[in-house]
């Protein structure tokens, strides 16, 4: 008897685009003037496919088209760090951090 098994070899990590502008180091944050912000973006995975996408640890849909959004509320008196992950099937990862700070008129 003879079967046939196929898999696929996936060595690249998702690729992981984020839309929402921020700053790229704590000391140099993105200000803006609301306290809930939507982070949005999109990600794909051409080897094994994206299984999981964290903002700050929380789980977000994605898409089939790739794209997910989600809000975030930040802190009123400090830089609130926005991590960012995606995870394909084989447990590789894209991590994106991002810092923004509110600040009040």
């Given at each position: 008897?003879?079967?046939k098994a196929s898999f696929t070899v996936d060595i690249y990590a998702p690729e992981l685009i984020i839309?929402?502008?921020w700053g790229k180091d704590s000391l140099n944050p993105m200000y803006v003037s609301e306290e809930n912000i939507t982070i949005k973006g999109s990600t794909t995975d051409t080897g094994?496919?994206?299984?999981?996408l964290t903002v700050n640890g929380k789980r977000v849909s994605v898409k089939s088209?790739?794209?997910w959004s989600t809000?975030?509320?930040?802190s009123k008196d400090k830089v609130?760090?926005?991590t960012v992950i995606?995870?394909?099937k084989v447990g590789k990862e894209t991590k994106k951090?991002?810092?923004l700070q509110m600040f009040i008129l």
């Open positions: 008897v003879s079967e839309e929402t502008a094994s496919g994206v299984t999981a088209d790739g794209n809000d975030v509320t930040l609130t760090t926005i995606s995870t394909d951090v991002g810092y």
